[in-house]
């Protein structure tokens, strides 16, 4: 028999490297700018065109390399940060694979400059698909200028399954900003399609997060410092009250490498135990300097899992570090053995009228009035409540997208729902707005749920769902038909966003508009103006919460390839809707569950949540005979 293996060449190895190494433009920024930061650059700049799909360019003015380094660098398993297995338990460099060049000119074409500081001349090479197409001197720099172009042009399945220019590019700022933060002693500076997106001075990391994050930033931040013989901690973690719906600011390094760590998360969510609302995260940019011994970093290509020889140990120190912070700045609450435990200083949720009327716009979206904890008997009942109703937001896979699908059988029964809603209440006299018959009014449990009566039995229904759904239908439609009416500010006010959203922003400002805003940039500063906001909007409104919340929850949206108007649509209405906590008059949760049976979909929120449940009187009956 004939032999049948055989090694495969250095091009097709690169390319099946360059699947692990390389997944999307973002991976190529953070393997250049790593090595720039290994060659000792103080000074950084990347240039993208098209979120990286045309052109990556990385200038540094780090050590450069000699004509010789430079070849050797597309080869694979090239390196200089190692020289024997042992060095790997001692690497305090970013990279020491040898794989992120030789992986990036396998699929892309490349050219490098690059000069010896001590050097007249440099070297340009061109290397296009492994094979070096040029080599010859060249005038240039001190350093080394990398420029990436047309990546996967010859892995065209991989190319295809790249995301949007706005997703790609949302994940190159994420690299950046993780390098960036943890190098405050660097000049970096991103430019895209020609505009400066990032402009970091060196500084301190104080300063470096508030450029990052941008000015509101400043604060939030909590300094944690300790310092122990196994590891020293440090970094900021964010006020309680200025957490946020999604995750984004929540950064970790080891030995000022980014790293993902579920485990360590689970200890700074434990510190910040009783303190945050329900499905909130706080922002935090923690810093663990430990022995290299003591962790093993060559677990993945990417370089961003690790393994520590004591994780407990870990845990524990970060867990009473961040705790014993917040409770140096009067975060926590502290113990007072001679108060009253019925009396205390936590706030009350607000009970101010929310006008649902005008539900359109209406509602706070802060989400901080349920921010009281409840005392013993309370969450004792919460806890029941919870555990007798478990299951009633359980999330159906058929409509993940914002996009609800009903069988027949489930449309029947949300007409009789409605009918029967109807013929409890009296029907709504369009012309004067009033009940034709008299009303049983509907009661709050927990400042969540809407308790209402039915002919069958009763209804239980998701404030904030039901909420979610009246607006996400309202905005929808005003995004396709283009009306909206817009109340005019006396004085206009100014808002200033971080530097990664304001691009967001910008690209989606025609559409937030649409729904009643008149909102223009301003000057190239992040700074936007608000000449007007949707008519039907609620005075109290925080015109600057509102519209970070509907940032933030259309970047959650993002990969749920989402039309634009529709995900617009399902952002607002998650930013707007009243929130659980909020206490609802009888006339507010009356309107809101009209407004509810006159949806085209009343049973689900746009993400998928139930907008009620139904309670069948036999079904309780049943339940009492036992």
């Not at 399609?193 to 300063?207: I, K």
């Not at 990417?302 to 009067?330: C, M, P, W």
């Not at 971080?498 to 025609?510: G, K, M, V």
């Amino acid at each position: 028999m004939a032999d049948i293996i055989q090694q495969l060449p250095d091009s097709i190895a690169n390319q099946i490297a360059a699947g692990e190494v390389i997944q999307r433009p973002a991976s190529v920024v953070k393997e250049l700018i790593e090595n720039s930061i290994d060659a000792g650059s103080t000074n950084i700049k990347l240039i993208v065109k098209d979120a990286g799909k045309t052109l990556l360019q990385i200038i540094d003015n780090g050590c450069g390399m000699s004509e010789t380094d430079a070849r050797m660098s597309f080869e694979r398993h090239a390196t200089s940060k190692i020289r024997q297995a042992k060095d790997l338990f001692e690497i305090r460099t970013m990279g020491f694979r040898g794989e992120a060049l030789a992986s990036i000119s396998a699929i892309a074409q490349v050219e490098m400059k690059t000069r010896l500081q001590k050097d007249e001349l440099g070297t340009r090479l061109v290397v296009e698909g492994s094979t070096v197409n040029l080599q010859e001197p060249c005038q240039c720099a001190a350093g080394t200028s990398l420029s990436i172009k047309n990546l996967f042009y010859n892995v065209p399945a991989r190319r295809n399954f790249l995301k949007s220019n706005t997703v790609e590019m949302r994940h190159i700022l994420d690299e950046f900003q993780r390098i960036a933060v943890a190098n405050p002693d660097i000049f970096f500076t991103l430019h895209h399609n020609g505009a400066e997106v990032f402009h970091l001075p060196s500084g301190n990391l104080r300063q470096r997060i508030v450029n990052v994050f941008g000015n509101s930033c400043n604060k939030k931040l909590v300094p944690v410092s300790e310092e122990t013989d196994v590891l020293k901690l440090y970094g900021y973690v964010g006020k309680p009250e200025f957490a946020k719906k999604t995750r984004g600011e929540q950064l970790f390094y080891v030995n000022r490498r980014f790293i993902k760590s579920a485990y360590l998360n689970h200890a700074i969510m434990g510190a910040y135990e009783e303190l945050l609302q329900a499905d909130t995260f706080p922002l935090y940019v923690i810093f663990i300097d430990i022995d290299p011994a003591r962790i093993d970093i060559n677990v993945h290509p990417t370089k961003q899992e690790i393994k520590f020889d004591d994780e407990r140990l870990v845990y524990n120190y970060l867990k009473v570090a961040i705790r014993h912070a917040l409770g140096q700045y009067s975060i926590t609450p502290t113990l007072d053995f001679e108060q009253d435990p019925h009396f205390s200083n936590t706030p009350i949720p607000s009970t101010r009228p929310i006008n649902l009327d005008k539900v359109d716009f209406s509602a706070s979206s802060s989400g901080n009035s349920g921010s009281r904890n409840p005392d013993p008997r309370e969450a004792s009942n919460l806890k029941n409540w919870e555990k007798l109703y478990s299951g009633l937001d359980a999330f159906d896979e058929n409509t993940s997208n914002g996009k609800q699908s009903f069988s027949e059988e489930n449309q029947q029964n949300v007409t009789t729902i409605g009918s029967e809603w109807s013929d409890e209440t009296g029907s709504m006299d369009d012309a004067s707005g009033s009940f034709s018959k008299e009303q049983r009014p509907a009661y709050q449990i927990h400042t969540s749920y809407i308790v209402s009566q039915i002919k069958s039995g009763f209804l239980l229904i998701d404030q904030q769902a039901a909420h979610e759904r009246i607006l996400y239908e309202k905005y929808l439609a005003a995004l396709n038909e283009e009306e909206s009416f817009t109340q005019k500010e006396l004085f206009p006010k100014q808002i200033k966003v971080s530097p990664t959203d304001a691009p967001l922003l910008n690209e989606i400002l025609p559409a937030i508009n649409a729904l009643g805003f008149d909102i223009q940039a301003f000057g190239k500063d992040n700074t936007f103006v608000i000449h007007g906001v949707p008519a039907n909007l609620n005075s109290g409104e925080d015109e600057q919460q509102l519209i970070e919340q509907l940032l933030e929850q259309y970047k959650a949206n993002l990969e749920l390839r989402l039309d634009n108007k529709e995900n617009i649509a399902r952002s607002m209405a998650r930013s707007a809707a009243i929130k659980r906590g909020q206490k609802l008059t009888a006339a507010e949760m009356q309107s809101l569950t009209d407004k509810l049976f006159a949806c085209a979909v009343p049973y689900k929120s746009p993400t998928g949540r139930n907008c009620f449940i139904t309670f069948e009187l036999d079904e309780l009956q049943k339940r009492f005979n036992g």
